[in-house]
């Protein structure tokens, strides 16, 4: 029998949650706060965790961080409200297994903990920031679409462009746009794709285990380092290594990476020799590393090396000839998962999907189609199965461009209200509130900066 921890401190919902799954044949301990969850997960073999997002002693990102550190192979399953959608996209991104909006229908919870434990059961203990994927694996070349709009097929012609090249590659785009794919679908395409490709969220490293992690060290290094360990570098030798959320890195880092770019050599922590490596950086941010570098924030001889060719995956919401494209795709697949019949959406469905804002972009979709089609079972998808956040969402009406002024400002003045709020919800602990807000630490000291927060 799966031991499940849930950790819910609405208590009714928590108990209706339990009596749901127990009835299903799971056993659930519940847990009102991280801390109490948190000690149950170390005291019981816990094969799943499912968490809420916003908790009385903090939130389930940190359930999530915790797990990641020490069990990175358990899953976790987030809860959230609609409105915290980028939220639930940073947490698959940093290595959830699923997340679901309340109110949650049932049919979908038991489907995502079945699917949880069965991938659970597959899945070997591995790093937590890094995902190596061998170069003959053709699977995410089969996920990877390149879609039908003009920018789809422009973003394409560019990755068959500098593929072939060994160009170091900076890859923009906002949470959810398929970063990580295009730069799978570069090393697939390069004279490198027999060789390995590592993938690291350089945002999940710390400060202090960053040099470690990234170059590797020998035994007796620092305190706690009782094995030679290898790095990310050298497991990437003779392939790719991806680099997500570069700006995330400390300044000492910057120096060391800019080193292995220029000589092809690394040095583990505590050696006294350097290792040749011949690896390929694609690197991935949603900032803007040149406005960083100019304020001293990056390197702005590392952001040049970095930046020999740039590829942009434009949000969702700017290619509307590739929305209905996705939206089909999806539901095949869901179909397929799910062995669900469902033949296509309502025109009301489709009218909303085109005036929503998307701010999860492809993966707000594809779990929102997911959902549709789990709920829909067969023939077309309704209105009633979309969730409500996207019908009560309003389209932004056209602007006078001479009210552009106080657009900003009022814009201005509602991020600032909106920092203050989470900051006292995170006890004005910046690194959470970062966390919580999914933006750089480096950005959100910028923001409280600019409008006087201290």
């Known amino acids: 029998?799966?031991?499940?921890?849930?950790?819910?401190?609405?208590?009714?919902?928590?108990?209706?949650?339990?009596?749901?799954?127990?009835?299903?044949?799971?056993?659930?301990?519940?847990?009102?706060k991280i801390a109490e969850g948190l000690s149950f997960y170390e005291k019981y073999?816990?094969?799943?965790?499912?968490?809420?997002?916003?908790?009385?002693?903090?939130?389930?990102?940190?359930?999530?961080?915790?797990?990641?550190?020490?069990?990175?192979?358990?899953?976790v399953i987030l809860i959230t409200n609609y409105s915290d959608i980028r939220t639930a996209v940073k947490s698959m991104k940093m290595g959830a297994f699923e997340y679901i909006?309340?109110?949650?229908?049932?049919?979908?919870?038991?489907?995502?903990?079945?699917?949880?434990?069965?991938?659970?059961?597959?899945?070997?203990?591995?790093?937590?920031?890094?995902?190596?994927?061998?170069?003959?694996?053709?699977?995410?070349?089969?996920?990877?679409?390149?879609?039908?709009?003009?920018?789809?097929?422009?973003?394409?012609?560019?990755?068959?462009?500098?593929?072939?090249?060994?160009?170091s590659i900076i890859v923009l785009g906002e949470s959810g746009t398929g970063k990580e794919y295009i730069s799978k679908r570069v090393h697939q395409k390069s004279q490198r794709s027999n060789g390995p490709?590592?993938?690291?969220?350089?945002?999940?490293?710390?400060?202090?285990?960053?040099?470690?992690?990234?170059?590797?060290?020998?035994?007796?290094?620092?305190?706690?380092?009782?094995?030679?360990?290898?790095?990310?570098?050298?497991?990437?030798?003779?392939?790719?290594?991806f680099l997500d959320e570069i700006g995330n890195l400390s300044y000492e880092i910057q120096i060391k990476l800019l080193r292995a770019i220029q000589e092809r050599k690394i040095r583990k922590i505590g050696a006294n020799k350097d290792v040749s490596i011949d690896v390929r950086i694609i690197a991935a941010t949603n900032e803007d590393l040149?406005?960083?570098?100019?304020?001293?924030?990056?390197?702005?001889?590392?952001?040049?090396?970095?930046?020999?060719?740039?590829?942009?995956?434009?949000?969702l919401r700017e290619r509307p000839?590739?929305?209905?494209?996705?939206?089909?795709?999806?539901?095949?697949?869901s179909n397929a998962n799910l062995e669900k019949n469902v033949t296509g959406f309502s025109p009301e469905v489709e009218q909303i999907f085109r005036e929503y804002h998307w701010p999860g972009n492809l993966r707000e979709l594809r779990n929102i189609i997911r959902r549709a089609v789990l709920l829909t079972g067969e023939g077309i998808i309704q209105t009633k199965v979309i969730p409500s956040e996207l019908l009560d969402f309003e389209t932004f009406q056209p602007v006078d461009i001479n009210s552009a002024?106080?657009?900003?400002?009022?814009?201005?003045?509602?991020?600032?209200?909106?920092?203050?709020?989470?900051?006292?919800?995170?006890?004005?602990?910046?690194?959470?509130?970062?966390?919580?807000?999914?933006m750089d630490r480096k950005t959100l000291y910028n923001k409280l900066e600019k409008y006087g927060l201290d």
């Not at 849930?6 to 127990?22: A, N, P, Q, V």
């Not at 040149?290 to 949000?315: I, T």
């Not at 000839?321 to 697949?333: C, R, Y």
């Open 290 to 315: 040149q406005e960083l570098a100019k304020q001293g924030l990056f390197r702005e001889d590392l952001f040049h090396r970095l930046n020999e060719f740039s590829l942009r995956a434009q949000p």
């Open 1 to 32: 029998m799966a031991k499940i921890l849930l950790i819910e401190d609405d208590l009714t919902y928590s108990k209706i949650i339990s009596k749901f799954l127990e009835k299903n044949g799971f056993e659930v301990i519940s847990s009102a």
């Open 197 to 241: 490709f590592v993938a690291v969220d350089c945002g999940a490293l710390s400060k202090e285990l960053a040099g470690s992690e990234l170059f590797g060290h020998v035994k007796g290094a620092f305190t706690g380092a009782i094995d030679h360990k290898t790095g990310h570098f050298e497991n990437a030798n003779g392939g790719t290594i």
């Open 45 to 75: 073999q816990i094969d799943l965790i499912i968490t809420d997002y916003r908790l009385p002693d903090g939130t389930g990102m940190e359930v999530l961080d915790h797990v990641l550190n020490s069990h990175p192979e358990l899953p």
């Open 405 to 438: 002024k106080d657009l900003k400002s009022s814009f201005e003045d509602q991020e600032k209200l909106l920092i203050i709020k989470t900051l006292e919800e995170m006890r004005f602990n910046k690194s959470k509130t970062a966390k919580v807000l999914n």
């Open 321 to 333: 000839e590739d929305l209905m494209f996705f939206s089909n795709l999806f539901m095949q697949k």
């Open 101 to 167: 909006t309340k109110p949650i229908n049932p049919d979908e919870l038991l489907l995502t903990v079945q699917q949880a434990l069965k991938n659970e059961k597959k899945k070997k203990p591995t790093q937590p920031v890094t995902k190596s994927t061998p170069s003959g694996d053709k699977t995410s070349e089969l996920d990877y679409q390149i879609g039908k709009s003009s920018e789809a097929l422009q973003i394409e012609e560019h990755i068959v462009l500098v593929a072939p090249t060994d160009l």
